[in-house]
């Protein structure tokens, strides 16, 4: 019942993340606050920093929403601001200064455009271009966009899902108008048919941009030259055995002491049910894995190292992958899984390994929006889902995991209702409440009752349930759960007040 509240903050939870921002090899997750959004869904996340601002930004169906981000991880809504044609979803979504200018760069996936908005001291943005799609330059149904500094200029690369499919680069003015440079269309060789994840690596001085092919399962490299053009370097391909590849979707890339890594997932074919949306069905699946591939000097992929899903791990399903924390000898990255419904932890060292750290079952798909934060000293992961129910931003803390064996979580929620609400209405939301536990098996136990204390300190609330759980990721599956969701909009009208606390039992 926490959405009756959305500025709740669980009390049981109080501990000091002070130096551990440096060594987050022992980390789980822990959600700080969620908030409403007023688009349809969130698919896109995406932040910037202006002086001591922290912003994010949410990219949906429609519009984006803007919220501000403070110390403890607490959320708070700025602005909304429509898109063009009311389109989208905002698939893609990069900020970034251009020679003193602020900038928002969004893919309108369904609107096939690619908007800039002009980002205020305080958030706000302000639509200052549009660039329409044409036969030459494949931004339809636009998806990711990187921008990379070279020298004095920036360039933005767009990368999509249209028939037509390629990968195109534009000089960025200083005004956030964009200027056509190069596309490059498609073709047997390279990986550029849906391109849902791109990261640029600098190797002496010269730039590489590694690109997935979703639909035709493979990672290409390109080399940028200063003018913002650019060649294909090499392609790493799908195969039945040792490559995990087929749809692949999410890259990032780290440095480590002097080796470069691009790190990349996949959302394999198995897991889409519309016909027709996949172009080649030959596929096979033989499992969800994250592939690390080494960068050597000339910018070319070398395949590395993958790490295989396991009963212990959730990687069904990778959407995107977003690095928490970095030094020389290692760095820990998040994976947000659309299948598994989870956010993973991974460690990499240095010699390019994978390891497993810990995972959060978030009780919502990860559809492409996640993103990673360091925020005075502290870490935060900011998620949200393509779910149209939800209509949820969730912000989460990286902090030392507690040993809870042997614990159990008890969740109570304590409810005034409304001095209007009939007798028959109070009765109707009990027994909603209590039959949560029909519909989410992830409920241990719920139990409830009427107040009958006499010592005059109830302040009005009558009713109280006591939800167990046997540990956190049973509680976010309970609290994003459609079941939970929809019971919060049935009973929301006659809830005059809510109070919610948290804590662990042996």
Request: proline share 2%; charged share 20%; glycine share 8%.
């Amino acid at each position: 019942m926490s959405f009756l509240k959305q500025t709740f903050l669980p009390l049981f939870f109080i501990l000091s993340t002070l130096g551990f921002a440096q060594n987050i090899e022992n980390a789980s997750l822990f959600r700080k606050d969620f908030k409403a959004i007023s688009g349809k869904n969130t698919v896109s996340i995406t932040s910037y920093k202006i002086d001591e601002s922290q912003f994010v930004f949410a990219g949906g169906v429609g519009n984006i929403d803007v919220y501000k981000l403070n110390s403890k991880g607490t959320l708070t809504a700025i602005s909304n601001h429509s898109m063009y044609m009311e389109k989208g979803p905002a698939r893609g979504i990069v900020a970034d200064n251009i020679e003193g200018n602020d900038f928002l760069f969004v893919a309108n996936k369904h609107g096939n455009v690619i908007e800039t908005f002009s980002i205020a001291k305080d958030g706000k943005l302000k639509q200052v271009a549009l660039l329409e799609d044409t036969d030459e330059m494949h931004l339809g149904t636009a998806i990711t966009l990187q921008v990379t500094h070279i020298k004095n200029n920036a360039y933005l690369f767009v990368g999509g899902l249209e028939e037509t499919p390629g990968l195109s680069s534009f000089k960025i003015e200083k005004n956030g108008k964009l200027t056509h440079i190069q596309s490059m269309k498609d073709d047997e060789n390279i990986h550029t048919d849906g391109i849902i994840g791109m990261f640029t690596h600098t190797i002496k001085g010269r730039t590489y941009l590694y690109t997935s092919g979703f639909q035709d399962n493979g990672v290409s490299s390109f080399r940028i030259y200063n003018n913002g053009t650019f060649k294909n370097v090499n392609n790493i391909h799908d195969n039945t055995t040792d490559r995990y590849l087929t749809g692949a979707y999410p890259v990032t890339g780290v440095t480590l002491k002097k080796n470069k890594y691009v790190i990349v997932g996949h959302r394999h074919h198995k897991y889409y049910k519309r016909g027709g949306f996949i172009k080649n069905p030959d596929f096979t699946y033989h499992g969800d894995a994250v592939s690390v591939f080494k960068i050597n000097s000339r910018g070319k992929l070398i395949p590395h190292h993958t790490f295989k899903d396991t009963d212990n791990t959730k990687l069904k399903g990778q959407t995107r992958i977003e690095v928490i924390s970095q030094n020389e000898n290692s760095a820990i990255i998040a994976v947000g899984t659309r299948d598994d419904a989870s956010i993973q932890l991974l460690k990499l060292n240095s010699e390019g390994i994978l390891s497993p750290v810990n995972y959060l079952e978030t009780g919502y798909s990860i559809y492409y929006g996640l993103e990673s934060i360091s925020f005075e000293g502290k870490q935060f992961l900011i998620a949200g889902s393509n779910r149209f129910d939800m209509n949820k931003i969730v912000s989460y803390q990286v902090v030392p995991t507690i040993d809870r064996e042997d614990k159990k979580l008890k969740h109570i929620v304590t409810l005034k209702y409304k001095a209007e609400a009939s007798k028959e209405q109070v009765a109707a939301a009990v027994k909603a409440f209590y039959n949560l536990k029909n519909s989410i098996p992830e409920i241990a136990d719920l139990e409830w009752g009427t107040n009958d204390s006499t010592e005059g300190h109830s302040k009005g609330f009558t009713h109280s349930f006591t939800l167990t759980f046997k540990n956190e990721h049973a509680r976010e599956i309970y609290l994003f759960h459609t079941e939970h969701i929809k019971l919060v909009k049935q009973i929301g009208p006659i809830i005059d007040d809510v109070f919610v606390f948290d804590y662990w039992s042996e």
